[in-house]
């Protein structure tokens, strides 16, 4: 028992992160602005459709069409229609403080409770007269009231991804757990030609077994998630995608070298020494390459945002990290099951001959 | 009988539109907030899991018709 | 007539059946054919990719690959000559592999400058950056050629060496290649582009990969 604890943290990290990860809401967020393009100089009804929220009567709830960081206008009535529906009213001046005949605008909502959010672009706006220094003169400044803050942080609200956005907490805790049991295997291949155990070979093909599972389902749940939100189950143009798949490439043909050589002690050198080679080029694949694109639908590659940046807020880290370690460690898991039934075979073949 | 069944399967279909139109807004809040990749998501990794299952289970099956067959 | 029509077919039939056995005997021969197709596809369709809407681009590099494999795949096939054996014995594996790689590195440039040249002939096109074009195929010939040398050392220890050349290296290759496109990309724009970072990077992968085989070969040697 008392040397089995890696596997209980496994299995409670892991169910730590479906529960929480399945469980705790996602920030209230805006999800249509209606109508999405409009004139300066007119007043206009806007009913905004928002999402993971309970407006009541009698909240007090304020809306604003911001249209830089100093300057916008915040809406002459609210009127709720629905516990996620707002009707708000924005008499839009002649004048805009932009020097752009038309530009998109965010809009930001700030209620009790609920607190405050925005759509960043929300509504487009058009000015007949450019006239900047009149705009700015009229205008008041600093039109932001204080903004309310929520009783509770969620998990971020990001339009296209919305609830799937907790697959953060599945599909890539897959892609951590391949590089890591990769790196458990390199260190065994590395053993075993130091000492020539071939117990230690056995181990580094288990590990690399698992990694190779872990990529399979690494790519069919990305597969999934790309079909939610990109609209395509596969795409050749986003470099992730082929590096990952050439790097599980690379794994088939080191299983098929293990089958085309029948000698244990020349497969298990021939394997090894192929591996090492292969980590490096894996590397080169899935963290080299990847950086060197100018586009990329994956966040932290090819000038999108870091991993870490904004893409990954301190909610999502709670919830992030555990399920990484916890896959990890339940690959590596999986992985001693695997070369200790191996062992076992080889133990009575041996006993048996 | 026969139509019968085919008034009842009318009723209902008519009825759950009726309860689509009214709810139009629930329904549109659940398809766009896309659960259902998340539970397609931790489906694929069951599966997977499950299939590591059977190869485990596979390797020890071979290893107990070794030991049956020797003694 | 009928009766010997019915032998005939049934001794055909099991000769079938017989190539089929002996072809499942070898439990990779299947799945060798197959990630064979799965990884020459995948390396064709990703480098077209990269290329953009540069198809011949592409094309160079994979005629390259193509060209080296079937140059280096019998690299390390035994060879009957007795000298050549002998003379092995002498040497150690250090020795052999640099001998080995430092000649297929240049037949490789070879083969490359006459393909090159003959792409050029044939399609007529407009390098802008001469300099930067032959290097690329330089640094080409030695990745290709390095890599290559060395997994045909370990592929020649499997008894279908040549598909094994090519399913074990094309991944292995794969980010050299796409290096390779982007920087021969480069030697065709009109404008120049800073293509250093492509250069560190190609030149990184050859060193570790020549640190490593240089400490890996002994062992993949000595029987």
């Known amino acids: ?353 | 009988m026969k139509l019968n069944v085919c008034t009842l399967f009318l009723l209902v279909f008519l009825s759950s539109n009726q309860l689509v139109a009214a709810d139009t807004i629930d329904k549109a809040l659940h398809s766009s907030g896309k659960i259902y990749l998340v539970v397609g998501t931790l489906v694929v990794i069951f599966i997977g899991i499950i299939i590591y299952l059977f190869t485990i289970d596979k390797k020890l099956t071979n290893i107990e018709n070794q030991i049956k067959d020797n003694e | 007539m009928i009766f010997y029509l019915h032998l005939d077919m049934k001794s055909i039939l099991s000769l079938i059946h017989l190539e089929f056995k002996m072809e499942l005997r070898r439990k990779y021969a299947l799945g060798g054919a197959l990630l064979y197709v799965l990884s020459t596809v995948f390396v064709i369709y990703t480098s077209l990719q990269n290329a953009e809407n540069l198809p011949w681009n592409a094309l160079f590099w994979l005629v390259a690959l193509f060209i080296a494999v079937n140059a280096i795949a019998k690299s390390f096939a035994v060879e009957q000559d007795g000298t050549q054996l002998y003379l092995y014995q002498l040497a150690s594996g250090i020795q052999v592999i640099l001998a080995k790689m430092i000649y297929n590195v240049l037949l490789i440039l070879v083969l490359l400058l006459l393909a090159m040249g003959a792409f050029l002939l044939f399609l007529a096109i407009p390098i802008q950056h001469v300099g930067l074009f032959v290097g690329t195929v330089a640094l080409g010939s030695l990745g290709l050629g390095i890599v290559l040398t060395f997994i045909s050392a370990i592929a020649n220890k499997t008894d279908s060496s040549a598909v094994f050349t090519a399913i074990l290296s094309f991944p292995v290759l794969l980010p050299i290649l796409l290096s390779l496109i982007k920087l021969t990309k480069a030697s065709f724009a009109a404008e120049s582009t800073s293509v250093s970072q492509d250069i560190v990077i190609l030149l990184a992968i050859d060193t570790i990969l020549i640190g490593l085989i240089l400490i890996l070969f002994p062992i993949v040697w000595k029987d």
């Open chain 1, 1 to 353: 028992m008392k040397q089995n604890w890696w596997k209980f943290l496994a299995v409670a990290l892991v169910l730590y992160s479906v529960v929480v990860g399945l469980l705790r809401p996602l920030n209230p967020g805006i999800l249509k602005v209606n109508p999405i393009s409009i004139e300066a100089g007119k007043s206009y009804d806007m009913t905004i459709a928002t999402y993971n929220t309970d407006f009541q009567s009698g909240d007090d709830i304020q809306s604003y069409l911001k249209i830089n960081d100093t300057f916008g206008i915040q809406s002459q009535q609210v009127e709720i229609l629905a516990p996620n529906e707002l009707k708000v009213t924005f008499d839009i001046p002649t004048k805009l403080p932009s020097i752009l005949q038309r530009d998109a605008y965010s809009i930001i909502l700030s209620a009790d409770r609920v607190g405050t959010f925005i759509r960043p672009r929300a509504v487009s706006i058009v000015q007949n007269e450019i006239d900047i220094s009149g705009a700015i003169a009229a205008w008041p400044q600093n039109s932001f009231g204080d903004f309310k803050k929520a009783a509770k942080a969620n998990f971020p609200f990001r339009a296209i991804l919305y609830e799937s956005l907790r697959n953060l907490f599945y599909h890539v805790p897959m892609w951590f757990g391949m590089t890591f049991l990769l790196m458990g295997s390199l260190v065994c291949s590395v053993l075993y030609l130091a000492n020539k155990n071939t117990r230690m070979d056995t181990r580094a093909a288990a590990m690399i077994q698992i990694a190779v599972l872990y990529g399979i389902l690494g790519c069919a749940t990305g597969a999934i998630w790309a079909r939610g939100t990109w609209g395509t189950w596969w795409t050749f143009e986003e470099i992730k995608l082929n590096v990952s798949a050439a790097t599980l490439l690379l794994y088939f043909a080191y299983f098929l070298l293990r089958a085309a050589i029948d000698d244990e002690v020349l497969r298990a050198k021939i394997s090894s020494v192929y591996s090492i080679i292969g980590f490096v080029a894996a590397v080169f694949l899935l963290f080299v390459l990847p950086r060197m694109v100018e586009s990329s639908l994956h966040p932290g590659n090819g000038g999108n945002p870091g991993f870490g940046g904004e893409d990954l807020d301190n909610t999502l880290r709670t919830v992030f990290y555990p399920a990484v370690i916890g896959w990890t460690v339940l690959g590596f898991w999986m992985a001693q099951l695997t070369f200790r039934a191996k062992f076992l075979q080889d133990y009575f073949l041996e006993k048996y001959d």
